[in-house]
């Protein structure tokens, strides 16, 4: 049977990076049309809300690791434990915003393609919270639609092995 039709093809893979906080695009790693491989970085963000508040719990702990040395120093053991305590409350906080802050950088969960359109342009733009950064396909896999138009189309049947030859024009 030959039959003629219009098709569109699309990539059985999609995927979206969307932004992990409000953010700014700092870094574009892959460009439009570069490929990458799972776990690659695709693109850096910044958060400088995000960076303040890690600057400041960051101070916090060191200075009361800073309390908890000097006491020590002096053989006041009870007042160094307290201040250790102290410390490692502190701490994770600090360690959830070093999680926060490395989750900026975009990473393809599979081998891909980025689709999106002039990327690279977008850097200084700014994103808010679970925003869409940038598009990847899997362009080796991709899915025929076809739309049968003549005659012959009724006896085509889902799952036939399909020749498809193109036509410029």
């Known amino acids: 049977i030959r039959v003629a039709g219009v098709y569109q093809a699309a990539p059985v893979r999609e995927t979206v ?11 574009v790693l892959v460009g439009e049309g570069g490929r990458v491989a799972a776990g690659d970085a695709v693109a850096r963000l910044r958060s400088f809300a995000l960076e303040e508040k890690y600057l400041g719990a960051t101070r916090e702990a060191d200075s009361l690791d800073a309390l908890v040395r000097a006491a020590r120093a002096r053989g006041r053991y ?10 490692d409350e502190a701490t ?3 360690d959830v915003l070093a999680d926060r802050l490395a989750g900026l950088t975009l990473r393809a969960v599979t081998a ?16 808010d919270a679970g925003a869409p950064v940038v598009r990847l396909m899997a362009l080796d896999s991709l899915e025929l639609r076809i739309r049968l138009e003549r005659a ?6 889902p799952g036939q092995p399909v020749a498809l030859l193109s036509e410029a024009g």
Do not use: C, I, K, W
């Open 92 to 94: 994770a906080p600090r």
């Open 112 to 127: 891909a393609t980025v689709v999106t359109p002039r990327f690279q342009e977008q850097v200084g733009r700014s994103y």
């Open 78 to 87: 009870d007042e160094a434990a307290q201040l250790a305590g102290a410390r």
């Open 152 to 157: 012959g189309a009724t006896a085509v049947r």
């Open 17 to 27: 990076l969307a932004a992990p906080d409000s953010a700014v695009l700092a870094e």
